[in-house]
């Protein structure tokens, strides 16, 4: 259950437990035989109940769940419930379902669940909601399930770098539905039928959005703030935000106190706006005197214009120079001047 266990006696036939919460919340419990496992890290009790698996599954698990929540609590402050509860679910029939979380405890199927393997996507995803969906609820989707699929990018960037996470960012993976993959399959090339990061109605379109381009608007975000001033926001949110509703242009004006900018134009171009930027890109070399003018241009097919930086890979064959232009219009004309033949050229090679 929700909170720590403070007692337990028997009634008659029965055996009463009870739990202490040092926090307001919502109680959450399940029951089923389990195994049970706890150790202490970082003052924080972390718990496992499991239906199957021994003392070495639960301390993979606890101590992989202890790291995510540490890259977390850097990123967003400190964890805020009495502990931390894995608990394993019956087995979905094979559902895509990945689980769930509520105040300190999350909820896992079997299947998500296994020995020796440690399911990322699923288990990093349901951790950023104790932070964002039950201590900051948020009035749109994206604060909730787009700032925990961020959680799984942070975790992923701590562990194989920042490449890694662009890449699952940008393509997600087909055996996953928490990913962009079903963002690019169902709306980039129908935009029409796409809601705004911004409206504050919850369906699963919404849900798709808010994970597959709501989590590359937010890195976008970072990026475009510095991660001191983004985390430095976060915690703010976090602080203030406790267990109420908070609109999204809330959370971005904490993001602008931080780091002094004014994030209206970004606001109404990337969660108001439904749609993504669409570019082509034409360009020609020609050599001279052994130097080589490297000639093109960006054109958005996307009206209005987006405004916004984009990087642009110069690639020789053995390594890729990156120049960033600034788009800011229909037409963004480029030059550069070369030692070298390029052998490609192309837009947002770190898919940021």
Same mark, same amino acid.
Not at 54 to 81: H, M, S, W
Not at 251 to 274: H, I, N
Not at 310 to 331: F, H, K, R, V, Y
């Given at each position: 259950?929700?909170?720590?266990?403070?007692?337990?006696?028997?009634?008659?036939?029965?055996?009463?437990?009870?739990?202490?919460?040092?926090?307001?919340?919502?109680?959450?419990?399940? *029951?089923?035989?389990?195994?049970?496992?706890?150790?202490?890290?970082?003052?924080?009790?972390?718990?496992?109940?499991?239906?199957?698996?021994?003392?070495?599954?639960?301390?993979?698990?606890?101590?992989?769940?202890?790291?995510?929540? &540490?890259?977390?609590?850097?990123?967003?402050?400190?964890?805020?419930?009495?502990?931390?509860?894995?608990?394993?679910?019956?087995?979905?029939?094979?559902?895509?379902?990945?689980?769930?979380?509520?105040?300190?405890?999350?909820?896992?199927?079997?299947?998500?669940?296994?020995?020796?393997?440690?399911?990322?996507?699923?288990?990093?995803?349901?951790?950023?909601?104790?932070?964002?969906? &039950?201590?900051?609820?948020?009035?749109?989707?994206?604060?909730?399930?787009?700032?925990?699929?961020?959680? =799984?990018?942070?975790?992923?960037?701590?562990?194989?770098?920042?490449?890694?996470?662009?890449?699952?960012?940008?393509?997600?993976?087909?055996?996953?539905?928490?990913?962009?993959?079903?963002?690019?399959?169902?709306?980039?090339?129908?935009?029409?039928?796409?809601?705004?990061?911004?409206?504050?109605?919850?369906?699963?379109?919404?849900?798709?959005?808010?994970?597959?381009?709501? *989590?590359?608007?937010?890195?976008?975000?970072?990026?475009?703030?510095?991660?001191?001033?983004?985390?430095?926001?976060?915690?703010?949110?976090?602080? &203030?935000?406790?267990?109420?509703?908070?609109?999204?242009?809330?959370?971005?004006?904490?993001?602008?106190?931080?780091?002094?900018?004014?994030?209206?134009?970004?606001?109404?171009?990337?969660?108001?706006?439904?749609?993504?930027?669409?570019?082509?890109?034409?360009?020609?070399?020609?050599?001279?005197?052994?130097?080589?003018?490297?000639?093109?241009?960006?054109?958005?097919?996307?009206?209005?214009?987006?405004?916004?930086?984009?990087?642009?890979?110069?690639? &020789?064959?053995?390594?890729?120079?990156?120049?960033?232009?600034? =788009?800011?219009?229909?037409? *963004?004309?480029?030059?550069?001047?070369?030692?070298?033949?390029?052998?490609?050229?192309?837009?947002?090679?770190?898919?940021?």
């Amino acid at each position: 259950s929700t909170g720590v266990l403070a007692d337990r006696k028997i009634v008659g036939d029965n055996v009463e437990f009870t739990f202490r919460n040092t926090i307001p919340n919502y109680y959450s419990f399940i *029951t089923a035989r389990y195994q049970v496992h706890s150790r202490m890290i970082d003052e924080i009790e972390y718990k496992t109940f499991f239906s199957t698996g021994g003392k070495e599954k639960a301390d993979f698990y606890i101590r992989r769940c202890a790291e995510a929540v &540490n890259t977390l609590q850097e990123a967003y402050g400190d964890y805020p419930y009495d502990n931390f509860k894995l608990v394993e679910m019956a087995d979905m029939g094979g559902a895509m379902a990945g689980g769930f979380s509520e105040h300190g405890l999350i909820f896992l199927p079997s299947q998500s669940v296994p020995d020796h393997y440690f399911n990322y996507p699923v288990i990093a995803h349901e951790i950023g909601h104790l932070w964002w969906g &039950n201590w900051v609820i948020g009035e749109e989707h994206v604060i909730s399930e787009g700032m925990a699929q961020l959680s =799984l990018m942070l975790q992923l960037e701590a562990m194989y770098g920042s490449q890694t996470m662009y890449r699952y960012a940008e393509y997600g993976s087909r055996d996953h539905f928490m990913s962009s993959y079903l963002y690019k399959t169902h709306f980039l090339n129908a935009p029409d039928s796409e809601p705004a990061l911004a409206d504050d109605f919850m369906t699963m379109d919404q849900h798709h959005v808010s994970i597959g381009k709501g *989590t590359k608007v937010l890195l976008m975000l970072r990026d475009y703030l510095g991660a001191d001033a983004f985390h430095q926001g976060l915690h703010a949110v976090i602080k &203030n935000e406790t267990r109420q509703l908070t609109k999204l242009r809330k959370l971005v004006s904490y993001l602008e106190e931080a780091s002094g900018k004014d994030l209206t134009g970004f606001y109404q171009q990337w969660f108001s706006r439904k749609g993504v930027p669409l570019l082509d890109l034409e360009y020609g070399v020609t050599e001279q005197a052994g130097r080589y003018l490297l000639e093109g241009v960006v054109t958005q097919k996307s009206q209005p214009a987006y405004k916004m930086p984009l990087e642009l890979g110069i690639d &020789n064959g053995s390594a890729m120079q990156t120049e960033t232009l600034e =788009l800011n219009g229909p037409e *963004t004309p480029f030059s550069f001047t070369l030692g070298y033949q390029p052998s490609a050229i192309i837009l947002d090679p770190n898919l940021k």
